[in-house]
């Protein structure tokens, strides 16, 4: 899933109220489950609770203004993409194994496949992982992979390291240093993100879905591929990367 056009590039300051509203005011409706669309009133009730001025949101006439009437339509937004796209598309355990299952008996694959970190009965190969392993191998045209990395993420230019994340996983962090590496070197790295599990992110996890959903739009990954999205969608990235490569190389 890629970011709506509606809510990209709406500053840092949109972003900043969208977390004090969500966190103030929750990211579902209490007894429901149900994604939270937040009122132009709830969230001048979030910024009051907090001490802060709700004027930016509605003017003295009683009307939303542009930022209040922003905020709602992406509010709307996130539930319904959330609801109706997002959680039909993530996998429980039985779907994962079968999908992956299935690729494997389709691609042959000569990747790595991982397993999971259970013991005993519960050892099982890591389903999401071996799927987008599979998925690049079949799409990259030979093209070389590191299909199991275990080191820290360094751009470089012309054979010496340029930037080295800092964490190895951490979508957030990678995020920021990469805003920074395109402002400050005009570099633009591809940067997506693949979740799944239904139990974890959807039956207990919305408010994170949230804000992923958030950091999408603030532009701190690309994309995000949820669940079996990523068998509808990896195999067409991987070969705009294999595009992209050979224009390079030329």
């Given at each position: 899933?890629?970011?709506?056009?509606?809510?990209m590039?709406?500053?840092?300051e949109?972003?900043?109220?969208v977390?004090t509203i969500?966190?103030?005011?929750g990211?579902t409706?209490r007894?429901?489950?149900?994604i939270?669309?937040?009122?132009?009133?709830?969230?001048?009730?979030?910024?009051?609770?907090v001490g802060?001025?709700?004027?930016?949101?509605?003017?003295?006439?009683g009307?939303?203004?542009?930022?209040g009437n922003?905020?709602?339509?992406?509010f709307?937004?996130?539930?319904?993409?959330?609801?109706t796209?997002v959680?039909?598309?993530?996998?429980?355990?039985?779907?994962?194994?079968?999908?992956?299952?299935?690729?494997?008996?389709?691609?042959?694959p000569?990747?790595?496949l991982?397993?999971?970190?259970?013991?005993?009965?519960?050892?099982?190969?890591?389903?999401?992982?071996?799927?987008?392993?599979?998925?690049?191998e079949?799409?990259?045209?030979?093209?070389?992979?590191?299909?199991?990395?275990?080191v820290?993420?360094?751009?470089?230019?012309?054979?010496?390291?340029?930037r080295?994340?800092?964490?190895?996983?951490?979508?957030?962090?990678d995020?920021?240093?990469?805003e920074?590496?395109?402002?400050h070197e005009?570099?633009?790295?591809?940067h997506l993100?693949?979740?799944?599990?239904?139990?974890?992110w959807?039956?207990?996890?919305?408010?994170?879905?949230c804000r992923?959903v958030?950091?999408?739009?603030?532009?701190?990954?690309?994309?995000?591929?949820?669940?079996?999205?990523?068998?509808?969608?990896?195999?067409?990235?991987?070969?705009d990367?294999?595009?992209?490569?050979?224009?390079?190389?030329?």
């Amino acid at each position: 899933m890629g970011p709506e056009k509606r809510f990209m590039n709406l500053g840092k300051e949109f972003w900043a109220n969208v977390r004090t509203i969500s966190q103030q005011s929750g990211y579902t409706v209490r007894g429901t489950g149900q994604i939270k669309v937040h009122s132009v009133p709830g969230m001048m009730a979030a910024m009051q609770s907090v001490g802060l001025g709700a004027d930016h949101l509605c003017g003295t006439d009683g009307n939303p203004t542009k930022l209040g009437n922003d905020l709602h339509e992406y509010f709307k937004y996130r539930a319904h993409v959330l609801t109706t796209f997002v959680e039909p598309r993530l996998m429980d355990v039985t779907r994962a194994a079968k999908t992956f299952n299935d690729l494997r008996s389709k691609l042959n694959p000569q990747c790595s496949l991982p397993m999971n970190k259970q013991k005993g009965e519960k050892a099982a190969p890591a389903y999401l992982t071996g799927i987008v392993n599979m998925l690049i191998e079949a799409n990259c045209r030979g093209l070389p992979c590191d299909y199991d990395p275990r080191v820290l993420t360094t751009v470089t230019r012309d054979g010496t390291p340029l930037r080295t994340l800092a964490r190895r996983v951490d979508t957030l962090l990678d995020g920021l240093e990469l805003e920074e590496l395109r402002e400050h070197e005009s570099i633009d790295v591809r940067h997506l993100l693949r979740v799944d599990a239904h139990y974890t992110w959807w039956t207990c996890g919305r408010s994170y879905l949230c804000r992923l959903v958030d950091m999408l739009h603030m532009g701190y990954v690309d994309e995000i591929l949820f669940g079996y999205e990523v068998v509808e969608r990896l195999p067409s990235i991987v070969r705009d990367w294999v595009r992209l490569y050979r224009k390079r190389s030329r």
